[in-house]
Each structure stands twice: as structure tokens, then as C-alpha cells.
């Protein structure tokens, strides 16, 4: 029997203030719990849309909202919770097998995405019914 999947949470990170500019910083296996393989962002998403509805096999990820503000609708397969994202210094942990939808999207709002993984298409999980089954097989 597998593990159960680890949970989602809000992780602050070190913030320096300086009067010439706050800086923010995040380092591997010490403020998140993987190692970061891969890293992305996501920005001038148009007003209305929604970005991500899939989850992953086995990639975790680290969701911080750089600029703007933006929420993060996980379920894991029984509820749902939003996270709502506008300071730097804070970023989401997402664990593997949490379907994930990134909405909300204010002006010039940049998401940078922490991955555990290097792409791999066949890790993702791109319908609704199939996560259930990949979460329901891993507890």
C-alpha cells in the first residue's frame, strides 16, 4: 500500500527588509520539501481565464505569487480549498495527486511554479475522473 499523500499548505518564506528593497528567498529540501528540478512562470493571463485543472502523479510543486495575486483551487479528491496568493514572501506547497486550477488573475500578476520534476507529460493527470481513480489507487 502506498503512503497516503502529503497535505497542501502555506509556507512563509525569509523576507529581508532592507530600506532599499525587501528580498525574498526560497532554497531546496529547507523552506520546501523536494528538490527543485524545474522552474516556471505563468503571467498575462487575459481577465476570466483559468490556467492548470490537472494534477500529477508524482511531481510536487511551490506556487508563489511574485507580482499581483491570484487563488489556487486544489481537491483532493473528497473537498476543495482555495488559497488565495499575493505576497511574495509566501508561496503554496502542493503536493502530488492534488488537481490544481489557478484562477483569479489580477493585472500583471506573475506566478513563478517550483517543480520537484523535470516535464514529463505522462505525469500529468488531465481529467477529473482519472484523478480520482490515481487518488483513490494511492490511499
Known sequence: MDKKPAQPQLIQLPKIFDPRGNLSFVE??????????????????????????????????????????????????????TFFLNRSYYGLYVPELHWRTMQNFSTNALALVLSSTVYDADDYIRSFPDFITARNEAE
Request: glycine content about 10%; overall charge negative; aromatic content about 12%.
Open 28 to 81: 531546496s529540501k529547507q523552506h520546501i520539501p523536494f528538490t527543485i528540478k524545474r522552474t516556471y512562470w505563468v503571467y498575462d493571463v487575459p481577465g476570466g481565464e483559468i490556467r492548470g485543472s490537472h494534477a500529477f502523479r508524482t511531481e510536487q510543486e511551490f506556487i508563489i505569487a511574485l507580482s499581483g495575486s491570484f487563488e489556487v483551487v486544489l481537491h483532493n479528491g473528497q473537498q476543495e480549498q
